[in-house]
Nanobody, 115 residues
Framework: QVQLVESGGGLVQAGGSLRLSCVAS????????MAWYRQTPGKQRNLVVS???????FYVDSVKGRFTISRDNANNTVYLQMNNLEPEDTGVYYC?????????WGQGTQVTVSS
């Protein structure tokens, strides 16, 4: 069973930055797809950004140019650098690892952006 632990969330003013981290309990291998999702109260969990095993990054339009996903396989960690944050970025951010048709989730970290 893979465990993912997120950290780095918090309260920040609009225009500020945060870096989220997700540490996996297993080795992150080159064919794993890592992703970050965001969920707000009463809404479904939505994809924000993903990074495939071939290092192809997909960003939803609302975060392009502001968010950057990266991975450190040696330390089993994936990061989400979030710059120029907007109030609409507020939510619980979940780390996801997709491997061999199995999907694993972290417990989430809260990001709150004040206007």
């Amino acid at each position: 069973q893979v465990q993912l632990v997120e950290s780095g969330g918090g309260l920040v003013q609009a225009g500020g930055s945060l870096r989220l981290s997700c540490v996996a309990s297993t080795n992150i291998v080159s064919f794993d797809t890592m992703a970050w999702y965001r969920q707000t109260p009463g809404k479904q969990r939505n994809l924000v950004v993903s990074l495939s095993g071939r290092d192809y990054a997909f960003y939803v339009d609302s975060v392009k140019g502001r968010f950057t996903i990266s991975r450190d396989n040696a330390n089993n960690t994936v990061y989400l650098q979030m710059n120029n944050l907007e109030p609409e970025d507020t939510g619980v951010y979940y780390c996801n690892l997709f491997r061999s048709s199995a999907s694993y989730w972290g417990q989430g970290t809260q990001v709150t952006v004040s206007s």
